[in-house]
């Protein structure tokens, strides 16, 4: 099956840094969403993003879907940003089937 | 418009007992997908439903484990004669019947813990 790969698996930030998550697949998709899992476990939809860029506030997510990565952008930290990203994808099947979860990276930022 | 509903948000179960776990669809969709989150992990996909048919069950334990999603009512997730192993965040999801390519929303979870 379709490999998902997110680095870095753990990351620390000081209120206010910018920082970059990466997300690596191995297969072409055609579907590729970005979640935070909050602290209370609750998945949040960030982003839907199969292919270009879009911004949302502080957060902006690009997917190049030729070279198979996507990246999510937080910019100006805040401590409400912690918690686990999920990068997910759904194989280019042409049918609407299963999301493959990657294994997250915790993001933990400090005052 | 309300989002996809889970309840209960936890459950506790001790080892042999059942749990049921229900899920309802963001209006008008009429998809339903399960995935299951043990700790420390990410989500793995389990089932695929649309109204009384499953889809896709590649995921589901091939033993205890069962859906449904009947005409009318939730989506049911049924676990049969709970494990410690089973004590896991439970995801559903869902998606309108013509999804074309757009994004799946998730419930809130229902968390098992089995005692």
């Known amino acids: 099956g379709i490999q998902v790969e997110q680095s870095p698996p753990d990351l620390i930030l000081q209120e206010g840094a910018n920082s970059t998550l990466r997300c690596n697949f191995s297969d072409s998709v055609n579907n590729l969403q970005w979640f935070h899992q909050n602290p209370w476990g609750q998945l949040i939809n960030l982003f839907y993003?199969?292919?270009g860029t879009k911004q949302n506030g502080r957060l902006s997510a690009t997917t190049v879907a030729t070279e198979r990565y996507s990246l999510l952008y937080i910019s100006s930290s805040q401590t409400t940003d912690s918690g686990v990203y999920f990068c997910?994808?759904?194989?280019?099947?042409?049918?609407?089937?299963?999301?493959?979860f990657g294994t997250g990276t915790r993001l933990q930022v400090t005052l | 418009n309300a989002g996809v509903m889970q309840n209960p948000r936890h459950l506790v179960r001790r080892r042999g007992q059942e749990a049921r776990l229900r899920c309802s669809p963001m209006?008008?969709?009429?998809?339903v997908y399960w995935y299951r989150q043990l700790p420390e992990e990410g989500l793995k996909f389990m089932v695929y439903l649309q109204k009384e048919n499953i889809i896709d069950e590649s995921g589901m334990p091939k033993e205890r484990f069962s859906a449904e999603f009947p005409k009318e009512g939730p989506s049911i997730l049924r676990i049969q004669q709970v494990v410690r192993g089973d004590s896991a965040a439970y995801f559903c999801a869902s998606s309108p019947a013509a999804r074309g390519n757009s994004p799946l929303h998730f419930g809130n979870g229902t968390r098992l813990t089995v005692t």
């Open positions: 997910a994808v759904e194989l280019n099947t042409g049918t609407a089937s299963k999301l493959t």
């Open positions: 209006k008008g969709h009429s998809h």
């Open positions: 993003i199969p292919s």
